[in-house]
């Protein structure tokens, strides 16, 4: 049966004929839109980002993090083209409107410009971070793109020249839409929406936390801004102020970083499962059917002689049974004592993994989390996308207490770490921090410590921490704040390290399905391995066994080897 396997990350509508999705199973599904029935499927060699119709639905455009997009014929999804002048992931991919171009925004801070027969036409070089989102003008003269570097710009159709420079002071903007005209929308991590007209802005506050998708049809004068809060908003572009319509809180399994509108009063949505969901936004209604979960795994973790495992449907497994339903996609698994054992993910909540009990309520997603002491209490910091460190003390009777919020960054936390006294931290703007773990206060800063997002990081011993991420590096931090780069052979974006207790193996794990492993001491990498072609999500080590565990996307754990013996 044709179904995805893991979340679907990004969804596309053509009239009231066909939903296409593109999941993180690598698949690109095509669904008949009155049945809901899948009618093809394709792959890519990575998980695929986004999908585009053509405006006449005869051709479909696919974005993935293989590096390319594809361009295949509608409904036999026979590929046409390949795109493949990226260095780094295809984020979005938009159609000209009557022209046979197609225009790509990619993570190597670059907008390209290529006709149906896959031939580069531009490759319009500006931005100073990764380009997130791309939408052309609607008489196809100009596009506009939005970056990680807090800017919007404006280039030639023609020429592939840069016309204009918006700076939006810095702040983080993942969507952007053009209107018919000329007015552009962008939806920015501080949750606002900046309009912008010509040399006029004015900015609305939607939303509390960062705004993941903006979608415009024109043809009804709606917007729609999806955000990591958890909420849909409704907005009238008809007058010249932007003004609210609706609103409705999303469903947990609804994954609020792609929408579409469909058929009549429809709206769809990718989802953490197998199929997406559907939103009446006339009736505020959203459909009830329920949406098969997907086995992926997003962490693992090894502690009291068992592993424990939790993923895209929040069950927690231990030792392959079920040990705990959290009801939503999660990511990270921490244990406190050998009774508490704590997780989290894409609905902000802390919870017991055992019995799904909130713990804690947070206004944004939660990444990471690590246990450490203080004058021999337990302590937990979890890492939030909205920046914060989440600080809590377990009692004597098991019960976990909120202390406070730790401003960590300014963007989302990736990674959190202990180490002797200190805390370290990561974030998606590639900045690391050290904290006091007894005072919380902040010990040391670096605001471009990796060269791309930074992913994952861990204790090593006595003040020493290693970090990884996109740059395909993994650095080595000493006490005094330098680190040493190590370089790796990993062809893709690293997404997970661990170590073992002494801190002298350090695995590392990409989404490729690539393993290797380094000796610290002996300089050198010991171990590369990939046991599976799907992402590897989590690394843990079992001391009890001498094992490195990495979960992976396609549901599975596998075991290298932990010991230097």
Not at 108 to 119: C, I, K, Q
Not at 178 to 201: C, E
Not at 476 to 482: G, K, N, R, S
Request: charge should be negative; aromatic fraction near 8%; hydrophobic fraction near 40%.
């Amino acid at each position: 049966m044709i179904a995805h396997k893991s979340p679907i990350s990004g969804i596309a509508a053509y009239q009231d004929k066909y939903i296409a999705s593109a999941g993180y199973d690598n698949q690109v599904i095509l669904w008949d839109q009155a049945t809901k029935r899948p009618v093809n499927r394709v792959l890519h060699d990575h998980l695929a980002n986004q999908c585009a119709f053509s405006p006449d639905g005869t051709l479909l455009v696919t974005s993935s993090s293989d590096y390319s997009a594809r361009l295949w014929s509608v409904p036999d999804l026979k590929l046409r083209a390949v795109f493949n002048a990226q260095a780094d992931d295809v984020e979005m991919s938009a159609f000209h409107p009557t022209r046979e171009w197609i225009a790509t925004a990619s993570r190597d801070h670059n907008l390209r410009v290529y006709d149906f027969t896959g031939t580069l036409v531009h490759c319009c070089v500006g931005h100073t971070a990764d380009v997130i989102s791309v939408d052309w003008s609607a008489d196809g003269e100009q596009l506009v793109t939005s970056s990680d570097d807090g800017t919007v710009k404006r280039w030639s159709a023609t020429t592939g020249a840069l016309l204009e420079d918006i700076d939006l002071g810095g702040v983080e903007t993942d969507t952007i839409v053009s209107a018919p005209d000329g007015t552009l929308y962008a939806g920015n991590d501080g949750g606002q929406i900046i309009v912008i007209r010509g040399a006029d802005r004015t900015t609305v506050q939607g939303h509390d936390a960062g705004i993941k998708r903006l979608v415009l049809s024109a043809e009804r004068g709606l917007l729609v801004s999806l955000s990591y809060d958890r909420k849909l908003l409704l907005w009238d572009t008809g007058e010249r102020e932007l003004r609210q319509i609706g609103q409705s809180d999303i469903p947990d399994d609804v994954w609020p970083r792609s929408c579409a509108f469909a058929a009549k009063d429809t709206l769809v949505f990718g989802t953490f499962g197998a199929s997406y969901r559907t939103y009446d936004y006339l009736s505020g209604q959203w459909s009830d059917a329920a949406v098969p979960t997907t086995p992926g795994i997003n962490a693992v973790c090894a502690d009291g002689g068992s592993v424990y495992t939790v993923g895209d449907a929040g069950t927690v497994l231990r030792d392959g049974a079920v040990h705990g339903q959290t009801g939503s996609l999660c990511n990270f698994l921490t244990p406190l004592s050998p009774t508490v054992v704590v997780t989290g993910g894409q609905l902000g909540k802390l919870m017991d993994a055992a019995t799904g009990r909130v713990l804690h309520q947070h206004r944004s997603p939660l990444n990471c989390g690590v246990r450490y002491d203080v004058d021999g209490v337990p302590h937990l910091l979890v890492g939030a996308y909205t920046g914060e460190g989440l600080v809590f003390r377990l009692a004597p009777d098991g019960q976990l207490h909120h202390v406070t919020d730790l401003p960590l960054h300014e963007n989302a936390v990736k990674g959190v770490a202990v180490s002797g006294d200190l805390l370290f931290s990561v974030c998606a703007d590639t900045g690391v921090a050290w904290h006091d773990a007894r005072t919380r206060e902040l010990v040391h800063r670096i605001d471009a410590a990796h060269d791309r997002i930074a992913n994952g990081c861990v204790g090593l011993a006595d003040g020493h921490f290693a970090s990884v991420g996109r740059d395909l590096k993994l650095r080595l931090w000493a006490p005094d704040f330098t680190s040493r780069v190590i370089p790796t052979t990993h062809p893709n974006s690293i997404k997970c390290v661990a170590a073992d207790a002494a801190g002298r193996l350090i695995a590392t794990g990409s989404y490729h399905g690539h393993v290797k492993i380094y000796d610290r001491a002996g300089d050198r990498w010991t171990i590369e391995e990939r046991p599976t072609t799907a992402g590897i999500s989590s690394l843990s080590h079992d001391p009890d066994r001498g094992l490195f565990l990495a979960g992976s996307y396609d549901s599975q754990v596998y075991e290298l080897p932990g010991t230097t013996a």
